[in-house]
Each structure stands twice: as C-alpha cells, then as structure tokens.
C-alpha cells in the first residue's frame, strides 16, 4: 500500500511569519495537533504542532495576562526542515520512520511541494484496518513449519469451507524458529467447525481451542 492511498491531502498550513496565536487557533478550529509550516512556494520549512505552543506558553506566564508571548512568529519555535515523505512511498517503510525517529506527523511532499500529510495516528488505524479487526469475524491462530507452500496448504481449508479470509498475519514462532504463526481472521463469528477441519487436515491450531470433553 502506497502513502498516497492514506494520506491527507487537506492539509492545513501556515507561513512561518504567522504567530502563535494563528497557529492556536487553526489547531482548535480544525480539531488537529500538527500543522505544516511553508513558504509562497509550498516548500515544507517546518512543523508546528500542540505540544510546541503549550511548552512555548507556560501556564505561569499566561495567569499573568502576559499573552504577548502568542505574537510569537512560529518560525521562533518550529522544528526546521522536518522529516519528509514521498507519495509513492510504502506504507510499511513509512512506520519505521515513525518508529525511529519518534514523530507525529509526515508532511509528504511532490516535486518539491507539499500534498498531503500523515499522522501517527493514521498509520495506527491504517495497520488496525489491515488486521481486519474493523470488520465483524473472528480471530484463528495456526502455529505451521517455517517453509514454502504451507500457506496455500491453509488456504485451501478456508476455500473448502466456502470461508472468506480478511487478513493474514505471519509472525515467527519464539520456541521454535523452524515453525511460525499464522494469525489469520475470516469472516465467520463461529469458527470452531473451520477449526476442527484444519486439525483435521494436521494443522497445530493454538486459537482458539477446542473444548476438552
């Protein structure tokens, strides 16, 4: 998946001359935490966001009615030349971005020019929908050997059993590293039949478990 299938291109945007306050005040008025800061060309130049504004105003000085301080031109305390991202780039390099450098926000440029922006939080919901936990079904858990053609072997399970699969997640197995785990979610509420058919075929279900009698 690619970042332009995700990405927010109504991006809001402020000059670096702007102040404080106008950056307050777009962040209250359109309910968001990041703001891209950029010049007459679109050229990102930086990022502003929630946290910089409230550790710019303590709380000290504003019970003081000192609120000069909102004149501020953001590009006093902005982070400079952020980091930036490419619409064509993967969704899954992206979150190692996110993940390395520790940051909320993407604004992701084109030509030299700003066209969308992701959040932490878009990233979060995007690999939550990728799960299929978004849609109603439930949850099976395959514990396979670590080789070639195991998961057409799974599949054809589902396939006889007229089941359709929502996502498949693939993750090592921490005892044995010739096994891994397949943690797959099909659109069935009731799924113990599916299972019983998979040990069946000598599959190794770890979830969910079949009654004991």
């Known amino acids: ?60 000085l504003l019970e003081s009615d000192d609120y000069s301080v909102l004149d501020t031109p953001i590009e ?36 030299g020019k700003l066209v969308g922006m992701i959040t932490e939080s878009d990233m979060l919901y995007k690999f939550i929908e990728l799960t299929g936990v978004t849609q109603p079904g439930s ?13 057409y072997e799974v599949s054809k399970v589902f396939y006889q059993h007229k089941v359709n699969v929502l996502s498949v997640l693939v993750y090592p197995d921490k005892k044995d590293e010739t096994y891994k785990v397949l943690v797959i979610r099909v659109k069935t509420i009731n799924p113990l039949k599916l299972v019983s058919a ?16």
């Open 1 to 60: 998946m690619l970042i332009e299938e995700i990405m927010n291109p109504d991006v809001a945007t402020l000059y670096p001359t702007q102040t404080l306050r106008e950056a307050a005040a777009t962040l209250r008025e359109k309910k968001i935490r990041h703001i891209a800061v950029i010049n007459e060309q679109r050229k990102v130049v930086g990022v502003i966001t929630d946290r910089d504004i409230k550790q710019a105003t303590p709380s000290n």
């Open 76 to 111: 006093r305390i902005m982070t400079k030349n952020p980091i930036t991202g490419h619409p064509l780039d993967f969704v899954e390099e992206t979150a190692t971005i996110f993940y390395d450098n520790r940051i909320g926000c993407l604004p992701i440029v084109s030509k």
């Open 139 to 151: 949850q099976i858990e395959i514990r396979v050997p670590n080789k070639s053609g195991v998961l």
């Open 198 to 213: 998979l040990e069946k075929e000598g599959f190794d279900v770890l979830w969910p478990s079949q009654p004991t009698l």
